[in-house]
T-cell receptor, first 113, second 113 residues
């Protein structure tokens, strides 16, 4: 079965620090990749997605992610975080021919002002 | 205003009672999904439906049941057979079963006493 790994479940950092969240998946075929974010008290919403083309994907709020096929990874980055980036971040993967998303366990990110 | 609604936001039930969680969408999406979110566990798929009158089990379907009689509605019943029903339940939908972006509802927090 498809699995998605996110490490360092709890991340605490100060404003203006850089953020990188790792995402690795276990599937060798074609994948679609997603990062979702859940701000406190809000709906889960899409941050960015990769289907094909440029492996460096830009999302909302200054986030970006890079698909590295050889490493089965789709890491999320932001150069300088703000207090408002405090949220839980989920990586998700859809494999070819499969009509479902597999989610990682999430990263709880707390940004200290 | 298009979106997904889930009701109620908070739900309390006594152990041994069945309870039905509502999910309605007006996005004209074909596919709908139910997830369970537990702390540190990410989102786990309970059931999904690609089209009206059809649905498939996800990874943790035991103790749950669904129906899809209308395109816009996908109610989830948590039965007394579910051993750990207390959780946060999220409903989602997507345009096609080929999984583009999934849109999520606000969730229902179920507490079984």
């Amino acid at each position: 079965a498809q699995s998605v790994s996110q490490h360092n479940h709890h991340v605490i950092l100060s404003e203006a620090a850089s953020l990188e969240l790792g995402c690795n998946y276990s599937y060798g075929g074609t994948v679609n990749l997603f990062w979702y974010v859940q701000y406190p008290g809000q709906h889960l919403q899409l941050l960015l997605k990769y289907f094909s083309g440029d492996p460096l994907v830009k999302g909302i709020k200054g986030f970006e992610a890079e698909f590295i096929k050889s490493k089965f990874s789709f890491n999320l980055r932001k150069p300088s975080v703000q207090w408002s980036d405090t949220a839980e971040y989920f990586c998700a993967v859809k494999t070819y021919g499969n009509n479902r998303l597999a989610f990682g366990k999430g990263n709880q990110v707390v940004v200290i002002p | 205003d298009g979106g997904i609604t889930q009701s109620p936001k908070y739900l309390f039930r006594k152990e041994g009672q069945n309870v039905t969680l509502s999910c309605e969408q007006n996005l004209n999406h074909d596919a709908m999904y139910w997830y369970r979110q537990d702390p540190g566990q990410g989102l786990r798929l309970i059931y999904y439906s690609q089209i009206v009158n059809d649905f498939q089990k996800g990874d943790i379907a035991e103790g749950y049941s669904v129906s899809r009689e209308k395109k816009e509605s996908f109610p989830l019943t948590v039965t007394s057979a579910q051993k750990n029903p207390t959780a946060f339940y999220l409903c989602a939908s997507s345009r096609t079963q080929d999984v583009n972006e999934q849109f999520f509802g606000p969730g229902t927090r179920l507490t079984v006493l």
